[in-house]
Nanobody, 127 residues
Framework: QVQLVESGGGMVQAGGSLRLSCAAS????????MGWFRQGPGKEREFVAA????????YYAESVKGRFTIARDNAKTTVYLQMNSLKPEDTAVYYC????????????????????WGQGTQVTVSS
Protein backbone atom coordinates (compact mmCIF):
# COMPACT_ATOMS: atom_id res chain seq x y z
CA GLN A 1 0.00 0.00 0.00
CA VAL A 2 1.30 3.44 -0.96
CA GLN A 3 0.34 6.74 0.64
CA LEU A 4 1.05 10.03 -1.11
CA VAL A 5 1.34 13.47 0.49
CA GLU A 6 1.70 16.65 -1.57
CA SER A 7 3.36 19.82 -0.34
CA GLY A 8 4.85 23.04 -1.68
CA GLY A 9 1.73 24.81 -2.81
CA GLY A 10 1.08 28.45 -2.09
CA MET A 11 0.42 31.84 -3.59
CA VAL A 12 2.71 33.40 -6.16
CA GLN A 13 2.56 36.27 -8.64
CA ALA A 14 2.37 35.65 -12.36
CA GLY A 15 5.78 34.82 -13.75
CA GLY A 16 6.94 33.26 -10.50
CA SER A 17 7.88 29.70 -9.66
CA LEU A 18 6.89 26.97 -7.25
CA ARG A 19 8.08 23.43 -6.67
CA LEU A 20 5.58 20.84 -5.56
CA SER A 21 6.63 17.66 -3.78
CA CYS A 22 4.90 14.32 -3.50
CA ALA A 23 6.25 12.09 -0.74
CA ALA A 24 5.48 8.39 -0.78
CA SER A 25 5.36 6.06 2.20
CA UNK A 26 5.27 2.29 2.35
CA UNK A 27 7.70 1.53 -0.43
CA UNK A 28 9.87 3.08 -3.09
CA UNK A 29 8.39 4.16 -6.39
CA UNK A 30 11.10 2.82 -8.66
CA UNK A 31 8.68 0.87 -10.83
CA UNK A 32 5.69 3.21 -10.58
CA UNK A 33 4.44 5.71 -13.08
CA MET A 34 3.91 9.02 -11.28
CA GLY A 35 1.53 11.71 -12.43
CA TRP A 36 0.43 15.22 -11.56
CA PHE A 37 -3.11 16.41 -12.17
CA ARG A 38 -4.85 19.65 -11.32
CA GLN A 39 -8.37 20.94 -10.86
CA GLY A 40 -9.09 24.65 -11.20
CA PRO A 41 -12.19 26.51 -10.02
CA GLY A 42 -15.21 25.25 -11.91
CA LYS A 43 -13.12 22.89 -14.01
CA GLU A 44 -12.63 19.15 -14.33
CA ARG A 45 -9.47 17.51 -13.08
CA GLU A 46 -6.92 17.54 -15.89
CA PHE A 47 -3.59 15.95 -16.62
CA VAL A 48 -0.44 18.01 -16.07
CA ALA A 49 2.65 15.77 -16.22
CA ALA A 50 3.79 12.19 -15.73
CA UNK A 51 7.01 10.23 -15.25
CA UNK A 52 7.56 6.58 -16.06
CA UNK A 53 10.18 5.58 -13.50
CA UNK A 54 10.66 2.19 -15.11
CA UNK A 55 11.39 3.50 -18.58
CA UNK A 56 12.39 7.04 -17.67
CA UNK A 57 10.02 8.74 -20.10
CA UNK A 58 8.02 11.88 -19.41
CA TYR A 59 4.82 13.31 -20.78
CA TYR A 60 3.34 16.81 -20.42
CA ALA A 61 0.09 18.54 -21.17
CA GLU A 62 0.46 21.08 -23.97
CA SER A 63 -0.61 23.87 -21.64
CA VAL A 64 2.43 23.40 -19.39
CA LYS A 65 5.06 22.09 -21.81
CA GLY A 66 8.23 24.13 -21.57
CA ARG A 67 7.26 25.63 -18.21
CA PHE A 68 6.80 22.62 -15.91
CA THR A 69 9.21 19.77 -15.21
CA ILE A 70 8.52 16.49 -13.43
CA ALA A 71 11.36 14.68 -11.67
CA ARG A 72 12.17 12.27 -8.84
CA ASP A 73 14.77 12.13 -6.09
CA ASN A 74 17.63 9.63 -5.92
CA ALA A 75 15.91 7.55 -3.25
CA LYS A 76 12.84 7.20 -5.49
CA THR A 77 10.51 8.12 -2.65
CA THR A 78 9.58 11.62 -3.79
CA VAL A 79 8.41 13.10 -7.06
CA TYR A 80 8.57 16.82 -7.84
CA LEU A 81 6.80 19.23 -10.13
CA GLN A 82 8.88 22.31 -10.86
CA MET A 83 6.58 25.06 -12.12
CA ASN A 84 8.10 28.12 -13.78
CA SER A 85 6.60 31.12 -15.56
CA LEU A 86 3.34 30.58 -13.73
CA LYS A 87 0.16 32.07 -15.12
CA PRO A 88 -3.16 32.86 -13.44
CA GLU A 89 -4.73 29.99 -15.38
CA ASP A 90 -2.39 27.61 -13.53
CA THR A 91 -4.38 28.28 -10.36
CA ALA A 92 -5.72 24.94 -9.15
CA VAL A 93 -5.49 22.20 -6.60
CA TYR A 94 -2.64 19.95 -7.69
CA TYR A 95 -2.81 16.21 -7.07
CA CYS A 96 -0.09 13.59 -7.11
CA UNK A 97 -0.92 10.10 -8.34
CA UNK A 98 0.89 6.77 -8.58
CA UNK A 99 0.35 3.86 -10.96
CA UNK A 100 1.77 0.57 -9.72
CA UNK A 101 1.51 -0.95 -13.20
CA UNK A 102 4.00 1.48 -14.66
CA UNK A 103 1.78 2.74 -17.47
CA UNK A 104 3.79 4.42 -20.19
CA UNK A 105 3.38 6.62 -23.21
CA UNK A 106 0.30 8.74 -23.74
CA UNK A 107 -1.66 6.50 -21.37
CA UNK A 108 0.08 8.22 -18.46
CA UNK A 109 -2.36 11.07 -19.05
CA UNK A 110 -5.36 8.93 -18.14
CA UNK A 111 -6.72 9.37 -14.62
CA UNK A 112 -8.00 5.81 -14.66
CA UNK A 113 -4.45 4.46 -14.92
CA UNK A 114 -3.54 5.54 -11.39
CA UNK A 115 -4.09 3.50 -8.24
CA UNK A 116 -3.13 5.99 -5.53
CA TRP A 117 -3.87 9.69 -5.06
CA GLY A 118 -2.75 12.37 -2.65
CA GLN A 119 -4.98 14.90 -0.93
CA GLY A 120 -3.89 17.81 -3.11
CA THR A 121 -2.12 21.11 -2.56
CA GLN A 122 -3.44 24.54 -3.54
CA VAL A 123 -1.56 26.70 -6.02
CA THR A 124 -2.78 30.25 -6.55
CA VAL A 125 -1.25 32.54 -9.16
CA SER A 126 -2.18 36.22 -8.99
CA SER A 127 -2.02 38.65 -11.88
Amino acid sequence: QVQLVESGGGMVQAGGSLRLSCAASGRTLSRYTMGWFRQGPGKEREFVAALDWSGGSTYYAESVKGRFTIARDNAKTTVYLQMNSLKPEDTAVYYCAADRHGTGGVYMAQKSAYDYWGQGTQVTVSS
